[in-house]
Each structure stands twice: as structure tokens, then as C-alpha cells.
């Protein structure tokens, strides 16, 4: 077991409801109803808690977080706690009131996901019509608010051709950090996975078209690249290293060191209704599972990189082969590395099936 240090961040998922229904949600395909949800004072606690276990950030997320009518209130109250305050938001369901409610209640920060840089594509990929005009007047509330602007661009073979035309999209919004973010294939997006997966030809473009594009926008707008894995050569260092740095609690109260934790069968996630935050960070036997680098096989064990990338995605190696502890086959050291390739490599080639839109009790 390896001592932990302190978390910085808190994902609070505040429910999963979400008038979206996007293929490559990151929620679990099992969705947790609205009644399960922590009430108003639960989330207080768990705040508190956050703030006294040395988180800095919190970020209020879903599902959709603006579902619930108590977010001004939480905002404040993480406020007062002295954490700064994300939201992470599809913004549909913004208008100037609640913005402005937000912001008095001492939001820093908006983070708004945008499907494709038309309305008719960003529609059908988000399965909600309308949705893309509701979220370019919501991102330009949001700068007339005052509040710091994220345009999130989750890209897959449907929209990567038009990744140019969304990262001025980003930029005529007035987005001061642009997020191009690769499908992760955890949840809704593994269930999709065929119907997203891009080709190679088209992952080597947007790396040029992002090189580009940071350049070119220096001193406007910050950009960051989460890179895919599928055609990767070595893992990325998911969440900076299972239960390092990130906690995330579920609308139910799970805690988990990510958000796709849950997908692991055989680990067991304790709730902020039977235990403190604290207690579940520094003992949690889920939690210590794949701290560190103990629990490494090989070729893991003995690489130099073992403490770099901390052995990459152990929900995807689970995904994928069944096992948790395996080398996670982004790595072309895993003796997977080629297999995942293959997959890649074929889903692409092949015409793209149709979405299964993420719908709670469509699992």
C-alpha cells in the first residue's frame, strides 16, 4: 500500500439526469434515478469534507448539473469553503438569471461541451434538437457575466473533419481554454465505440491541426489535447495515476478515484453516507488497489515510465481483457497492443452504425 498525498480536485456528479443524450458519455451505462440522489445537505457535507481533506477545486458535474434547483446554493457553499467553483455543463438549460445567480454565488469558472460546429450535426450527435443554438447563447451570457470560459470539443470520425471550423467557433465565443478532447471508450462510448472510432488518417490531421492552432493562438486562447488511445504507442497517465491526485462522487454518493471506477467488477465503492471522505481517501481498499506501483505485473513493474504514466487506464485494461491489473493494451508493450490497433483500425474502415443515445433506462 502506498501512503496517499492530498486530492486537489472534486468531481461532484451531481446527478445523471441530462437533457442530452450523447453517445460518448462518460456516465455509466446503468444510471442512477433522480431518487437516489444525495439531498441538498449531504452534498453541503460533502463539501466540507472536500475542504478540509486539502481539495482546492471543485467541478459540478452530471449528468447535467444544472438538473438541480439547488446548484446556486452548493456553488455558495463551496464558495464560502473557499474552493473555486467549475461547472461543467452542456448549458441547455442556462439562461442570463441563472448565470447571474451563479456568479453571485461566486462561480469562476463554465466549462460548455459543443457536439459539432453546425447545428445540424451538433444535434443529432447530442440527440437534442435545438441544443446547439441554446449553448452559443449561453457561452456568450457567460462571458458577459464575467465568468472564465472552457469550450469542451469531444471529437470522434463524425466531427474531426470539422475541427478547424470549431476551434473558431471557440475562439469567436471568446473561450480563453479550448479542451479538443478525444472519445475515451468507457461507458456510453464503448457501447458506441464502432460508430465513433475515427481513422488513423483522421487522428494525425487534428494533432496537425492542434499544433497549428496553438501557434496561432498564442496569448488568445489556451488549448489542450487529450490525445486517443486506440492509436497510441504508450498510455497517458489517467487522472494523473489511480487515486493520486482526483476523487469523484456519484449522485448516490459513491466515491471513486475516477469516474469510470465503477465499471471494475470485484472492487467495492464506499458512500459519503456510511463514511467520511477523509476516511475513504486514506483507507479504502478500492482506493489502495492501484495506488503506487506495487500492484504492477510486467512489463509494467520494471519500466522506467512506471511513474510517469502509472501504468495507464485500468478500467480500459479491464474493458478490454477482463483484467484490471494488466498492462493497459494503449501500451505498445502489452502483449494486447496489436489487438486494440486491429479493433481501431477496422471499426473505422467500416460504414459507422447507428448511435445508441444515452437515455436513462435504455441500458
Known amino acids: 500500500m502506498t501512503a496517499p498525498g492530498l486530492p486537489y480536485a472534486l468531481l461532484a456528479e ?53 438538473a438541480r434547483r439547488d446548484l446556486a446554493a452548493l456553488i455558495g457553499h463551496a464558495t464560502a469553503a473557499g474552493l473555486y467553483g467549475n461547472l461543467i455543463t452542456s448549458a441547455v438549460l442556462l439562461d442570463a438569471a441563472r448565470i447571474a445567480a451563479f456568479a453571485a454565488a461566486g462561480l469562476r469558472h463554465v466549462q460548455i461541451s459543443f457536439q459539432d460546429s453546425a447545428a445540424d450535426g451538433a444535434d ?11 449553448k452559443l447563447a449561453a457561452a456568450r451570457l457567460v462571458r458577459d457575466a464575467g465568468l472564465e470560459l472552457t469550450v469542451n470539443l469531444v471529437v ?18 471568446g473561450a480563453g481554454r ?18 465513433l472510432m475515427p481513422t488513423r488518417t483522421q487522428v494525425e490531421q487534428a494533432g496537425a491541426t492542434v499544433a497549428a492552432a496553438r501557434e496561432r493562438l498564442k496569448g488568445v486562447a489556451t488549448i489542450d489535447y487529450v490525445a486517443p488511445d486506440y492509436y497510441a504507442r504508450r498510455p497517458k497517465a489517467c487522472m494523473g495515476g489511480w487515486a493520486r491526485q482526483f476523487l469523484t462522487v456519484t449522485p448516490d454518493g459513491r466515491v471513486l478515484p475516477c469516474q469510470a471506477a465503477q465499471s471494475i467488477a470485484g472492487l467495492a465503492f464506499e458512500s459519503v453516507r456510511d463514511r467520511s471522505l477523509a476516511d475513504i481517501w486514506e483507507r479504502s481498499p478500492a482506493f489502495d488497489r492501484f495506488r503506487g506501483t506495487g500492484w504492477m505485473k510486467e512489463p509494467c513493474r520494471s519500466c522506467d515510465r512506471r511513474e510517469i504514466d502509472w501504468g495507464g487506464c485500468r478500467c480500459q485494461a479491464f474493458a478490454l481483457l477482463g483484467d484490471a491489473a494488466a498492462t493497459d493494451p494503449a501500451c505498445a508493450l502489452s502483449a494486447d497492443h496489436a489487438a486494440m490497433l486491429t479493433a481501431a483500425e477496422t471499426e473505422s474502415a467500416a460504414a459507422a452504425p447507428d448511435f445508441r443515445y444515452r437515455r436513462i433506462g435504455a441500458a
Not at 39 to 47: C, G, K, L, S, Y
Not at 124 to 134: L, Q
Not at 161 to 167: F, N, Q, T
Request: proline content about 4%; hydrophobic content about 45%.
Open 156 to 173: 470522434h470520425r463524425h466531427n474531426l473533419d470539422h475541427l478547424e471550423a470549431l476551434l473558431a467557433m471557440a475562439v469567436e465565443l
Open 124 to 134: 443529432r450527435i447530442g440527440g437534442f434538437a435545438g441544443g446547439h443554438v441554446k
Open 178 to 195: 479550448i479542451e479538443v478532447a478525444h472519445v475515451q471508450y468507457h461507458g456510453w462510448a464503448l457501447a458506441n465505440r464502432a460508430a
Open 14 to 66: 451531481l446527478t445523471y439526469r441530462c437533457p442530452l443524450g450523447c453517445p460518448y458519455c462518460s456516465n455509466p451505462v446503468e444510471l442512477t434515478r433522480a431518487g437516489d440522489e444525495l439531498a441538498t445537505d449531504e452534498w453541503r457535507r460533502v463539501i466540507d469534507e472536500a475542504a478540509a481533506l486539502g481539495v482546492l477545486q471543485i467541478l459540478f458535474s452530471g449528468g447535467e448539473p444544472t
